[in-house]
C-alpha cells in the first residue's frame, strides 16, 4: 500500500521567510498528488493538486506554490509566508481521481 | 459550488451509546463518498467509502454509513461506541471521473467517555 512521507513535522518560520515542504510517496507509481490546509473546525481544503511530473492545478489564490519534479515528490513553497498561511498542511495520494486517498502525517507550520 | 456539511461539530457519548453523524453534500451528479477517521496523534485513514451499488456500505471497526441520494447525505453510524473510537471524522466528496478533489467537511471531534 501507498506510504505518505511528509517532513518536517513542525515548522517555525517568520513572516517573510520562504518555505518550502517535501512530501514523497512509495509504493505506487504516477499517482494523483495533494496539498491540503487543515484548519481548525474547518476541515480541510484542497490547495493543489497534481496529475503528473510538472503538472500542477490550483485550487484557491494564495501565496503558495506547488511542483512536482519527480514521479512520486510534491513540493510546497513560498517565497514569503504570511501570518495567514500559519496551519496545518497535508500531503495525499491516490492511484486516480475515484481511489481513496492516503495521507501524510502532516507539517505543523507556525508563523511568527 | 459544491460543499459538504458535518452537522455536529463536537459529540461527547458514554461508551456503548449509539453514534450518527450526519453528512450532507451539495452536488446534482454522481459522486463517490467517504468518511476518513483521524485518531490523536495518528494521521487521516479510510474509515469506509461508497462508489456504487448497495447504498448501505460497511467499514472498518463496526462503522457503517448509508447514502441516500433523495437527501443527498452519507450519514455515519455505529451501534455502540468504544472509548477508542474516540477521533475527529471528516465527510468528504468527489465527483465521480474527477481528478479526484476532494471537498471535505469542516468535521466532528468524537469524545467517547469511558
Known amino acids: 500500500s501507498q506510504t505518505i512521507h511528509q517532513w518536517p513535522a513542525t515548522l517555525v518560520q517568520p513572516v517573510g521567510s520562504p518555505l518550502s515542504l517535501e512530501c514523497t510517496v512509495e509504493g505506487t507509481s504516477n499517482p494523483n498528488l495533494y496539498w491540503y490546509r487543515q484548519a481548525a473546525g474547518r476541515g480541510l481544503q484542497l490547495l493543489f493538486y497534481?496529475?503528473?511530473?510538472?503538472?500542477i492545478s490550483s485550487e484557491v489564490p494564495q501565496n503558495l506554490s506547488a511542483s512536482r519534479p519527480q514521479d512520486r515528490q510534491f513540493i510546497l513553497s513560498s517565497k514569503k509566508l504570511l501570518l495567514s498561511d500559519s496551519g496545518f498542511y497535508l500531503c495525499a495520494s491516490s492511484n486516480d481521481g475515484n481511489q481513496p486517498q492516503h495521507f501524510g502525517d502532516g507539517t505543523r507550520l507556525s508563523i511568527l | 459550488a459544491q460543499s459538504v456539511s458535518q452537522h455536529n461539530h463536537h459529540v461527547i457519548l458514554s461508551e456503548a451509546a449509539s453514534l450518527e453523524l450526519g453528512c450532507n453534500y451539495s452536488y446534482g451528479g454522481t459522486v463517490n463518498l467517504f468518511w476518513y477517521v483521524q485518531y490523536p496523534g495518528q494521521h487521516l485513514q479510510l474509515l469506509l467509502k461508497y462508489f456504487s451499488g448497495d447504498p448501505l456500505v460497511k467499514g472498518i471497526k463496526g462503522f457503517e454509513a448509508e447514502f441516500i441520494k433523495s437527501k443527498f447525505s452519507f450519514n455515519l453510524r455505529k451501534p455502540s461506541v468504544q472509548w477508542s473510537d474516540t477521533a475527529e471524522y471528516f465527510c468528504a466528496v468527489v465527483n465521480s471521473g474527477n481528478t479526484g478533489k476532494l471537498i471535505f467537511g469542516q468535521g466532528t471531534t468524537l469524545q467517547v467517555k469511558p
Open positions: 497534481s496529475v503528473g511530473i510538472g503538472q
